[in-house]
């Protein structure tokens, strides 16, 4: 009986040491939020044994040690894109209006890139004519097509891009194709993906799962890289939300269409995007492409300023919301917000807050059947802070809209990859595009407002009007932001 006791005993002072020394690291990490250090005491001190497993999965943004020194190696041995030829590095103080000029020193923080002038760009009409242009430019490749997509699926659209890379391997042109090894599992594992190879295709997994009881110890599994990119011949780029496949998304068809924004921009600004996929390939592969970075650029005329925002596991966590933080305090007349997953941070919707509060005309768009149901539930948790500030919002009903954009002002406009969620913030490998010019921002601002158009505008009181039990839910789920 004594010994029993003593074994419970040795047990439990065991259990408390572990509690502490897991409390004392959850204290300890860098880059958290108070309220996420409370959030994950909580659970741990709440869910005994299971806190603590969830901790180590999912509490820490590890994408491991190794793989955070390959890619700082790979970086530093690129070259500075900044001093090649054909990058010029726009003089924003004749370019941009000085109000807009913090925005492009903020971007530049994050990658170190500077904007750039003498840029060209074209919204595609919609996600098929999206991959059509993108098969186009594949067929019209010379030397080189890079591309980058987080899904990437066996359907009508991603086999035209398929046949397109055979079709243009096979012809001479030097084609690298990277997918994400969850997002584009079934991609990777299917047959499509071994006649790429076989024709010539160089082929990569971003981030591949491997053993998935193994993975965990070499860092977070659904640290993914999101990155939407194509690049042909140092001369085109495309980037906004759009995945390799058909609108009617069919792993998830009951949510279809899938609405998306595509651009195709020509300019120097492709040299950063290509800078992007070449840190991507290179940590992925060992394949050193940097020369192809130093490659002479077409020569550009007149064009727009514009600078590529890059961020990741490897950038510092705070970067895409600062990037979204410092274009929301930026705007003063209108500012029209498309994503699909809001899961902010608390000065991101204190700034949508204080935006319309000081008389901007602030604007949010959300679908109105979200494919994750714990984003959908944490999203509305925000609703009435935001009509209460002042900011519309509307509930996209014509599909899963899935465009991330931001327009400031109807000059300004970010695009690409990026969801104002936490995952998008912290655990997501992601692309976009600021710039500056009041057409193509017109362009998006039009998008923006047939989206309005096919959407129901959420009230005051259609919230208060909620049932508590919809309340508790949206509420209850929304505390596991700080935790996910």
């Not at 190879?197 to 977070?220: C, D, E, F, T, Y």
């Not at 195709?264 to 992007?276: K, M, S, T």
């Not at 158009?453 to 959420?458: G, L, R, T």
């Amino acid at each position: 009986m004594n010994q029993h006791l003593l074994l419970a005993g040795l047990f439990s002072i065991l259990s408390l040491f572990v509690y502490i020394l897991v409390i004392i690291r959850v204290l300890l990490r860098p880059n958290r939020e108070a309220s996420s250090r409370l959030a994950w005491i909580v659970v741990i001190l709440a869910l005994p044994v299971l806190g603590i497993v969830a901790y180590i999965l999912l509490g820490e943004t590890n994408i491991g040690r190794k793989r955070v020194a390959r890619m700082r190696a790979v970086i530093s041995g690129l070259p500075d894109v900044n001093h090649l030829a054909g990058a010029d590095a726009a003089n924003l103080h004749d370019d941009v209006p000085q109000n807009y000029v913090h925005f492009f020193q903020a971007g530049k923080t994050v990658n170190g890139f500077d904007p750039v002038e003498g840029n060209r760009a074209h919204l595609m009409a919609d996600s098929n004519a999206a991959i059509d242009s993108i098969v186009a430019d594949i067929n019209g490749a010379k030397a080189h097509v890079h591309l980058l997509f987080y899904i990437w699926l066996s359907d009508n659209n991603g086999l035209k891009v398929v046949d397109a890379l055979k079709r243009a391997a096979a012809r001479g042109v030097d084609c690298r194709a990277m997918a994400d090894g969850l997002g584009s599992r079934t991609m990777i594992a299917s047959d499509h993906w071994k006649d790429m190879k076989a024709a010539g295709v160089h082929l990569a997994s971003a981030l591949p799962i491997g053993n998935p009881l193994l993975r965990p110890l070499k860092g977070r599994i659904d640290l993914r890289n999101h990155r939407k990119i194509v690049f042909i011949d140092n001369q085109i780029t495309y980037c906004g939300s759009q995945n390799c496949a058909d609108p009617e998304f069919r792993v998830k068809p009951k949510y279809a269409p899938w609405v998306d924004a595509l651009m195709r921009f020509e300019g120097p600004i492709v040299r950063q995007n290509q800078y992007l996929f070449a840190s991507d390939w290179q940590a992925g592969t060992g394949e050193d492409i940097s020369h192809l970075l130093a490659e002479p650029m077409a020569a550009h005329g007149k064009g727009f300023p514009a600078q590529v925002i890059g961020t990741g596991p490897t950038v510092r966590s705070s970067a895409m919301p600062e990037i979204f933080e410092t274009l929301i305090f930026g705007a003063k007349d209108r500012l029209v917000i498309s994503t699909p997953y809001y899961v902010p941070n608390a000065p991101m919707q204190e700034a949508l807050c204080a935006s319309a509060r000081r008389g901007v005309d602030t604007t949010i768009i959300f679908p109105a059947k979200n494919d994750s149901w714990i984003v959908g539930a944490a999203s509305r948790s925000y609703y009435h802070d935001l009509l209460t500030a002042g900011v519309r919002i509307y509930e996209y009903v014509g599909g899963l809209l899935h465009t991330k954009s931001l327009t400031l002002d109807g000059e300004v406009t970010l695009i690409g990859s990026a969801n104002m969620d936490r995952r998008s913030f912290e655990l997501n490998y992601e692309n976009n595009i600021l710039f500056y010019d009041k057409a193509l921002t017109a362009d998006v601002l039009r998008r923006q407002e047939s989206y309005i158009a096919q959407s129901e505008m959420v009230t005051a009181d259609s919230v208060t009007a909620w049932n508590w039990r919809r309340r508790l839910w949206n509420n209850t789920i929304a505390m596991l932001g700080p935790v996910l």
